[in-house]
Nanobody, 125 residues
Framework: QVQLVESGGGSVEAGGSLELSCALS????????MGWYRQAPGKARELVAT???????RESDSVKGRFTISQDNHKDTLFLQMTRLKTEDTAVYYC???????????????????WGRGTQVTVSS
């Protein structure tokens, strides 16, 4: 059974940085397309960044140039390096995986994919 466990969330002042991690177990990590999503209170969940099994990446326009998605296939871990954080980045961040196609994840989330429980990121002014 595939499990995803996020870590690294917390509180930071605007302009600061945080790094999120997501450890995958139960499947061969290198075959999975992975991604980070977030959901702020009262808002729909949105795709933040995604990486395919061949290493292709895509970030949303709202975080491009500030957030970087990466992965370590040896550690079965996905990362999201977040810099120049803004108050509007405050949300619960979720890790997701598509271990069937390995493709970049879609904006609305992987159909039949796997999700972590989320980690809170709070950015204060």
């Amino acid at each position: 059974q595939v499990q995803l466990v996020e870590s690294g969330g917390g509180s930071v002042e605007a302009g600061g940085s945080l790094e999120l991690s997501c450890a995958l177990s139960g499947y061969l990590f290198s075959l999975c397309g992975m991604g980070w999503y977030r959901q702020a209170p009262g808002k729909a969940r949105e795709l933040v960044a995604t990486i395919s099994s061949d290493g292709t990446t895509r970030e949303s326009d709202s975080v491009k140039g500030r957030f970087t998605i990466s992965q370590d296939n040896h550690k079965d871990t996905l990362f999201l390096q977040m810099t120049r954080l803004k108050t509007e980045d405050t949300a619960v961040y979720y890790c997701a995986a598509d271990c069937h196609s390995g493709a970049l994840l879609p904006d609305k989330g992987p159909i039949g994919g796997y999700w972590g429980r989320g980690t809170q990121v709070t950015v204060s002014s």
